[in-house]
């Protein structure tokens, strides 16, 4: 088309659309607040990817309470952290084949039936291997208690070497003598009572009771 075409004068140019004014942000979610929503918060253990939308100030207020642990007891605290080191994925001894470890040929009862054999026909003057053919070496030793589970024990008033019935009965005297129908609401019997109650349930995880 040339220049001086009487056809392009008369063509028009489509006008660029108007970009749309930005979209307002959302109210802020905290109670009777109206200012704008722009800061996100999270909502919490088993709620991974979701948000509550505050202003700027009541997301300060509500990081200062925040605990993504809240209502969980010591023991599963410790298990989530150890587990967080692996990213919560199993793990395996290393140098350990899992399907040839779990074939009937390497099964518990043939091993220890092999290792009795060996120790029937080897002679032992000195008293190196105990009576039922284990090496000393190899006798269960006493268990070593980690920190949660000392701490455990203390706030039961219980030593390590107690009972499976003994902690049973000590966990009932307790939590009869601090429950908060019978201490007339005390606070600090009814703090008493909770940690009662999550050092019996740390020790019941461990295997103790």
């Known amino acids: 088309m040339k220049l001086d075409s009487k056809y392009f004068d008369g063509i028009r140019t489509k006008r660029k ?20 929503g722009a800061h996100r918060a999270p909502v919490g253990r088993n ?10 100030q009541h997301v300060k207020e509500y ?10 007891s010591d023991g599963e605290i410790a298990r989530y952290q150890k587990e967080a ?11 350990v084949n899992k399907e040839s470890r779990d074939s009937p040929l390497h099964s518990k009862a043939d091993a220890r039936f092999a290792s009795s054999a060996a120790h029937t026909r080897m002679k032992d003057p000195f008293g190196f ?40 009965s000590r966990y009932k005297e307790l939590v009869k003598k601090h429950h908060p129908d019978a201490n007339g609401g005390d606070r600090g019997s009814e703090e008493r009572f909770r940690a009662v109650i999550q050092a019996y349930q740390l020790l019941k995880q461990a295997g103790f009771c």
């Open 17 to 36: 659309a108007k970009p749309e004014a930005a979209t307002a942000a959302p109210t802020c979610q905290w109670d009777g607040c109206e200012r704008p």
């Open 129 to 168: 291997v105990a009576q039922n053919g284990t090496p000393k070496s190899r006798q269960p030793r006493a268990r070593k208690l980690k920190t949660l589970e000392a701490k455990a024990f203390d706030t039961l008033g219980l030593g390590a070497s107690s009972s499976s019935t003994e902690i049973k």
């Open 47 to 56: 709620a991974e990817g979701q948000f509550f939308l505050f202003c700027f």
């Open 85 to 95: 080191i692996t990213g919560h994925r199993p793990t395996w001894t290393v140098g």
């Open 63 to 72: 990081n200062k309470g925040y605990n993504y642990f809240s209502g969980l």
